[in-house]
C-alpha cells in the first residue's frame, strides 16, 4: 500500500498591498464596514489600479505580477523545503481559476520554470480548487507517482470589477504550494469530499474579458451549508471525531463564514487556521496560505489532524482530513 505525505511548503505574495482606506478611491465605503462584513484588513496585488505593473499582460522578468510567477516563487520555497529539485518530480498541479492565458495550461511554463519534464497539468475548481488537486495528486501517487508538486496560485485580481463595490474588496492575489511524496502505509489522507451542483453556476461567475459578478448572500448561505456537509463527510470517511482535530484550515472567503462553519462543525475559534485579515479571498491559493502560514508560526505538529475545507464557483465543494507526519 502506498500512502502520502508532505514533505515541502512555500507560499508567494506580491509586494503590494492595498488597504481598506485605499479602496475609497474607488467606490464609496469604508475600513469598518469591510472589516466588519469580511473580516479583511487588507490584501496583496499583482495587478488592477493600484499595481505597479498595472494591467501588464507581460510584466517584468521576477516580479510577483502574475499566476505563474507567483507559483513558481512558492514552489521553488516549498522544492527547498523538501530538499528536492523540478528533475526529482513526476507531476506538477496547478489549482487556479485565473490561469495567464487561454491555451497552453500555465502549468507547462512553470514546469519548465522549475525544471519539471514528466507531467504538468491545472485544475479549475474554484475557490475548492486546493483540496480537489491534493485528493487528486493522492491518487495519482497511490497509482505509482512517487513526487508531485501542487501549487494553488491565483491573481484574482485580473478578474476583479473594480467598479463594483458589492464584492471588489474581497479579492487579493498570492500562491501556496506543497510538495506531496509517496510513502509506506496508509499515508495522510485519511478522509476526502468533493462536489459540485453545476446548476448553481449563476451565482458566481466572470465571462472571457469581464469582471467577476456574484450574488453574495446567496453565496455566503450555501457556502455555510455546503462546508459544514463537506467536512462531516469527510469525518466520517476517516472515522475522527471533531474533538480529534487540531486545526481547521477553511477556505479563507470572509471570516463570518470560516466562524459559522467552525461554530456549527463544533471547532473553536482558536483551531481556525486564518490569513484572511491580510489576504482577501486568493481562492485556490486561501487553503495553502492559511496551511503553510501554519506550519511556519509552529501550529502543526506530528501526529495532529488537519480539517481542510472549501468552497467555490461552479458551485464546488471540497473537503479532506490530512494526519500530519514530519518529514
Ligand atoms: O470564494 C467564494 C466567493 N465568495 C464569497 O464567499 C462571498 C460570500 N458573500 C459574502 O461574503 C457577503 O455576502 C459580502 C461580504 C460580499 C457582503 O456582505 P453582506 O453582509 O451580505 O452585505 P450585503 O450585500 O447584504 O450589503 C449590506 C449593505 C447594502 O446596503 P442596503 O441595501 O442594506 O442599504 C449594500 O448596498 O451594505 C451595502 N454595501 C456596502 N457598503 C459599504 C455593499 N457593499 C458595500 C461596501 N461598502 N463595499
Not at 508567494?12 to 482606506?21: D, S, W
Not at 500555465?106 to 479549475?124: H, K, P, Q, T, Y
Not at 466520517?236 to 471533531?242: A, D, H, V
Not at 483551531?271 to 501550529?299: E, F, H, M, W, Y
Request: some cysteine; glycine content about 12%.
Amino acid at each position: 500500500m502506498t500512502g502520502v505525505t508532505i514533505t515541502g511548503w512555500g507560499s508567494a505574495l506580491p509586494e503590494r498591498v492595498v488597504t481598506n482606506g485605499e479602496l475609497s478611491a474607488l467606490f464609496e465605503t469604508t475600513d469598518d464596514w469591510i472589516v466588519e462584513r469580511s473580516g479583511i484588513r487588507t490584501r496583496h496585488v499583482a495587478t488592477g489600479p493600484f499595481a505597479d505593473a498595472g494591467d501588464d499582460p507581460n510584466p517584468p522578468a521576477g516580479g510577483l505580477g502574475t499566476t505563474g510567477t507567483l507559483a513558481v516563487t512558492a514552489a521553488r520555497e516549498a522544492l527547498r523545503v523538501a530538499g528536492l529539485q523540478g528533475s526529482d518530480i513526476d507531476m506538477v498541479i496547478l489549482c487556479t481559476t485565473t490561469a495567464d492565458q487561454l491555451i497552453p495550461a500555465s502549468s507547462a511554463s512553470i514546469a519548465a520554470a522549475l525544471g519539471i519534464v514528466r507531467g504538468a497539468m491545472d485544475i479549475n475548481a474554484a475557490c475548492a480548487g486546493f483540496t480537489y488537486g491534493l485528493v487528486t495528486a493522492s491518487g495519482m501517487i497511490a497509482a505509482g507517482a512517487r513526487r508531485i508538486v501542487l501549487i494553488g496560485a491565483e491573481t484574482l485580481t485580473r478578474a476583479t470589477n473594480w467598479a463594483d463595490r458589492t464584492n471588489a474588496f474581497l479579492f487579493g492575489d498570492g500562491a501556496g504550494a506543497v510538495v506531496l511524496e509517496a510513502t509506506p502505509g496508509d499515508g495522510c489522507l485519511l478522509g476526502w469530499d468533493l462536489g459540485v451542483d453545476g446548476t448553481l453556476v449563476d451565482l458566481l461567475y466572470a465571462h472571457h474579458g469581464s469582471g467577476m459578478v456574484m450574488r453574495g448572500k446567496e453565496v455566503f448561505r450555501r457556502a455555510v451549508m455546503a462546508t459544514v456537509s463537506s467536512a462531516t463527510a469527510s469525518l466520517e470517511r476517516s472515522k475522527l471525531g471533531i474533538d480529534e482535530i487540531s486545526l481547521f484550515v477553511p477556505h479563507q472567503a470572509n471570516i463570518r463564514i470560516m466562524e459559522a462553519v467552525a461554530s456549527r462543525l463544533g471547532l473553536p475559534t482558536e483551531k481556525v487556521a486564518s490569513v484572511i485579515g491580510r489576504t482577501g479571498n486568493t481562492s485556490s491559493a486561501s487553503i495553502p496560505l492559511a496551511l503553510v502560514d501554519a506550519i511556519q508560526s509552529g501550529r502543526v505538529s506530528d501526529g495532529d489532524n488537519l480539517l481542510l475545507a472549501g468552497f467555490g464557483a461552479g458551485m464546488t465543494w471540497a473537503s479532506a482530513v490530512w494526519r500530519w507526519h514530519e518529514g
